[in-house]
């Protein structure tokens, strides 16, 4: 470890949102595990749901389904990581894999290695920044583009909110907004409100998937637990390291090949299965945390974010 990083880590030490995170962070993922314990020895009312087949359209009598070649699956964040893992895996499963990310060039690596290991693998690359409005709005038009010229269904099967990052400094975007709330959160209600129609327009049933995390207990959705990626990329690198150390010796740490489990398992649950919070793999479920419970700051957090999706069009329009 050189001098500078050491001081580096020295001072995030002293910051008291490192103390937050590590206490938050840690009682929170401790908390999930307990009730994954619990759940499985005590409770009878253990809710899990068994994974249904992917769809074989080819197969179908009815026209418009047998039209989809491929079940097309949109992955952001695919460059790294669960989005990585997660786009292997659907490509295997026979659908037509979007990967879409900020690095064009980390993309195209991801997309080589899915086409080398799985010979009929299907996959595509788009650059998108979910923390700036024109970034998704021109990535959806570029989609749109692409489903017309390549001669697929114009609709979209899957659509998967994984792109996240973990910023150690306060950052404005171009929007005046924080990178990590526009990243995390804004960016990605804003890509599903664009690609609604696209959703709406598949003639099987459509899904979104919002991969969240143990830290939501902090403040419906799937939850991989504890996975080694690079989301702690931005935190000096000797504190990650020792926080992989300590929860790998914990057994809690989980690669992204076995943290996709519960991503799976929301994107093969039932057709009728919405609002469902999948956690640890097996189809296992558990209840998220009671404020997400709470319907008046459910409608008042849509009305807000519809009212800010609103606002970023208005702007883009008065610019163009």
């Not at 995030?12 to 993922?29: D, E, N, P, Y």
Request: with cysteine; charged share 15%.
């Amino acid at each position: 470890m050189g001098v500078n990083e050491l001081k580096e880590a020295l001072i995030f030490l002293c910051k008291g949102q490192f103390w937050r995170m590590a206490v938050m962070w840690t009682i929170s993922l401790i908390l999930s595990y307990l009730q994954v314990f619990a759940q499985r020895h005590y409770s009878r009312k253990s809710k899990f749901y068994e994974r249904s087949s992917p769809l074989l359209f080819t197969a179908s009598s009815n026209p418009a389904i047998a039209s989809i070649k491929k079940p097309i699956c949109i992955i952001t964040g695919a460059s790294s990581g669960l989005g990585a893992a997660v786009s292997y895996a659907l490509a295997k499963e026979g659908y037509y894999v979007v990967v879409a990310g900020r690095s064009l060039h980390s993309l195209s690596m991801i997309v080589s290695e899915i086409q080398e290991q799985i010979d009929d693998a299907s996959v595509k690359a788009f650059q998108v920044d979910l923390s700036s409005y024109k970034s998704i709005l021109s990535f959806k038009h570029a989609l749109q583009q692409w489903l017309l010229d390549s001669d697929l269904h114009c609709s979209v099967q899957l659509l998967i909110n994984n792109a996240g990052i973990l910023a150690t400094s306060y950052r404005i975007t171009a929007e005046q907004c924080d990178q990590m709330m526009s990243t995390n959160y804004i960016g990605p209600f804003c890509l599903t409100k664009l690609l609604l129609p696209l959703l709406e327009q598949s003639p099987v049933p459509s899904r979104v998937v919002n991969v969240t995390s143990f830290t939501h207990r902090n403040g419906s959705a799937a939850d991989p637990g504890a996975v080694k990626t690079n989301i702690m990329r931005e935190i000096p690198s000797c504190l990650s390291w020792f926080a992989f150390y300590i929860l790998n010796l914990l057994g809690l740490l989980q690669s992204p090949e076995v943290g996709i489990d519960s991503v799976l398992d929301a994107v093969h649950a039932p057709p009728e299965t919405s609002g469902v919070y999948f956690f640890g793999g097996n189809g296992r479920t558990l209840r998220s945390s009671r404020l997400s419970y709470n319907s008046k700051l459910a409608k008042d957090l849509w009305d807000d974010s519809s009212q800010i999706f609103l606002e970023r069009q208005l702007a883009y329009r008065d610019k163009t």
